[in-house]
């Protein structure tokens, strides 16, 4: 009964780059760390229209074990915040942006946890298990993908206050489901 399969992914919200994680300094989500702007390490782009942007996203790993009649697979699914990827411009920036950013990151958190579900929930066999792994995965990624879009666009990026409340108080309910 021995690892039969593995396999190791990320997604970087806004830069769409695969490349492996170790290349980049990470800060796991963690619901007793709050991120500052000092964590925030990245170059803004010249002439960015943002006033800044948080790169965080899902990572995960799988391992198959068993026999020819049946499968165990093992999940590790984390949620990064990647600091050199993540910048803000400080003449713009206050802490209801910075709320704004945090919860981008919490979202990513939201999202790694439906994962952890749906896979809880699958049944794999020894042909399938990596296809459909990969097919939860992308999944996952494009419903993240949309609602941090909604995110952004009813808060209109924080700067509608009270949608950010909002926000804030639904974001929070969610995470401790």
């Given amino acids: 009964m021995g690892i039969t399969n593995y396999m ?4 970087v919200f806004g830069l769409m ?8 300094d990470t800060i796991p989500w963690n619901a007793d760390r709050r991120l500052t702007w000092k964590d ?11 006033a800044a942007t948080t790169a965080s996203g899902i990572t995960y790993r799988f391992s198959t074990s068993g026999t020819s009649n049946s499968i165990e697979v093992d999940f590790k699914i984390d949620t990064f915040f990647y600091p050199n990827k993540s910048w803000y411009q400080p003449e713009l920036c206050d802490e209801v942006i910075l709320s704004h950013e945090q919860l981008h990151f919490d979202i990513s958190e939201l ?5 952890r579900k749906r896979l809880a929930a699958a049944t794999f066999t020894h042909k ?14 494009e419903e993240l993908s949309e609602f941090q879009n909604q995110y952004d666009s009813e808060t209109n990026f924080s700067r509608d206050r009270e949608q950010q409340a909002i926000w804030n108080e639904k974001i929070a309910k969610m995470l401790l489901n």
């Fill in 8 to 11: 190791l992914v990320f997604l």
């Fill in 128 to 141: 399938n298990v990596k296809a459909k792994v990969k097919a939860i995965y992308r999944n996952i990624n």
């Fill in 17 to 24: 780059s695969f490349q492996p994680e170790q290349d980049y």
């Fill in 40 to 50: 925030f390490n990245g170059k803004a782009p010249l002439n960015a229209r943002a």
């Fill in 111 to 115: 999202y790694a946890r439906k994962m």
